[in-house]
């Protein structure tokens, strides 16, 4: 992006630039490894930079916070992706898959590896793990958070562990732990 001169973009031209350059290019190796943080921030800093431009070496006067452009254009933003936030999702969505496809080959050799005898909800964190099982990991915490358990016929139910009952300030039923009359 260092090639286009911003000031000969309109801002409608930066805005496709930013989105289908800076922000879809690495995708892929998002959806895969866990970037670095301070990798993330260095390229919002660069997009900020091109989106708000340079004169002579100096940062032009930033009208609006970022964390506004970041923002869904139905929100009043300009739907401009946070790298960070995007990282942990498509993280997320690799850990889903792993849930969701259980049998496909990527799943049964991971499991094999990282968690043979449980769920992949329930297992511990791996210490000496590779990159993708730790971005995997990474995903999965934001996955976790989200995760409602479906009853069904009971029997892999546990009520005081599993999330399972929808609503915003906790998960899992309230109320004294008593013993089981059962």
Known sequence: MVAW???YLSAAGKEVLIKLG???LPVYIMSV?????????????????FWWGAE??????????WEKLVLPKGFGGMGFK???LMIQALLARQ????????????????????YPNSKLLDRAPAGDASQMW???EYGLELMKQGVIHRIGDGKSTQI??????????GLKPIGPRRSCRL
């Open 5 to 7: 001169k911003e000031k």
């Open 22 to 24: 800076a922000q879809a």
């Open 33 to 49: 490894f866990k970037l670095p943080l301070t990798l993330c921030d260095e390229l919002m800093m660069q997009i900020r930079a």
């Open 56 to 65: 002579k070496g100096r940062r032009k006067l930033q009208w609006i916070p």
């Open 82 to 84: 946070d790298l960070r």
């Open 95 to 114: 850990a889903w898959r792993l849930v969701a496809f259980h049998d496909s080959l990527c799943a049964r050799v991971l499991k094999a590896k990282y």
């Open 134 to 136: 730790r971005a995997i």
């Open 160 to 169: 005081w562990r599993d999330n399972w009952l929808p609503r915003g300030y």
